[in-house]
């Protein structure tokens, strides 16, 4: 992928291009409901499509155990409620020793996203022991979680390197070898874009289904019947 080839320290499994939208199925939805909201009208007449949280997990487990081996003195780190969803299915992280963080991302269409992130192990001051920081997520979109994530706490991790892992990542927009600032390495198990190179619109159906607010914002710019595709990602979530 030409517009990757500058990132040399940002792997991945598998890549999607797409012009249309996604949705990632970190919760179960039925092959009715899907096939229904596939049917639904798009804004601009692009696709919709899903990515599969089951298989994004095996894949990831693979580029977690590649982690374990190659490195030492790990600490596991999970910020906000996404990365809790690539945690429970990974048995790597849940035999790791791991730590989970604040973290939380403020976007409005058209403005900056705006992201917030707190201290990991807030009760040591200083952290010796740790050679590597693995922060594990599920959607790396603009990067800048995980970059608050490291520039909130990297002082206080005086021996470590920072590495990121994640089910998803968009191509990367820093200028970082890694696509994200202050990350020796970055691996994930799906890349995503736009045929252009630019970013395309990704959302968990656990965020739409539990942040209304959200949901109806996204269906608005997406869907010719927002109220219908709000109606849709309900039905098995009830």
């Known amino acids: 992928m030409r517009t990757l080839q ?3 320290s940002f792997a991945y499994k598998r890549s999607v291009i797409s012009d249309g939208r996604i949705i990632l199925l ?4 039925t092959t009715d409901t899907r096939d229904a909201l596939r049917a639904l009208k798009t804004a601009d007449g692009q696709e919709l499509l899903f990515l599969e949280d089951w298989q994004l997990a095996a894949d990831l487990e693979g580029i977690l155990n590649g982690i374990v ?3 030492q003195d790990m600490l596991f780190v999970f910020p906000g409620n996404g990365a809790n969803y690539p ?6 992280c849940r035999e790791s020793t791991y730590a989970s963080v604040y973290a939380k991302r403020f976007w409005q269409p058209g403005t900056d996203p705006i992201v917030m992130a707190g201290v990991i192990l807030p009760d040591i001051f200083l952290i010796t022991k740790v050679k590597t920081v693995v922060v594990v997520d599920d959607v790396i979109s603009s990067g800048l979680t995980m970059q608050k994530v490291h520039q909130n706490n990297a002082w206080r991790f005086t021996q470590a390197k920072w590495v990121g892992a994640s089910w998803v990542a968009q191509i990367p927009q820093m200028r970082a070898k890694s696509g994200v600032n202050g990350y020796k390495y970055v691996a994930t198990a799906c890349v995503v874009g736009r045929t252009n190179g630019g970013r395309v619109p990704i959302n968990s159906i656990s965020t739409l289904r539990q942040q209304r607010e959200i949901a109806e914002s996204y269906s608005r710019r997406h869907f010719r019947k927002p109220e219908e595709f709000v109606r849709l990602i309900h039905v098995d979530g009830e």
């Open 69 to 71: 081996e190659r490195e």
């Open 6 to 8: 500058e990132y040399v």
């Open 26 to 29: 970190d919760e179960p939805m």
């Open 87 to 92: 945690r429970k299915l990974s048995r790597a």
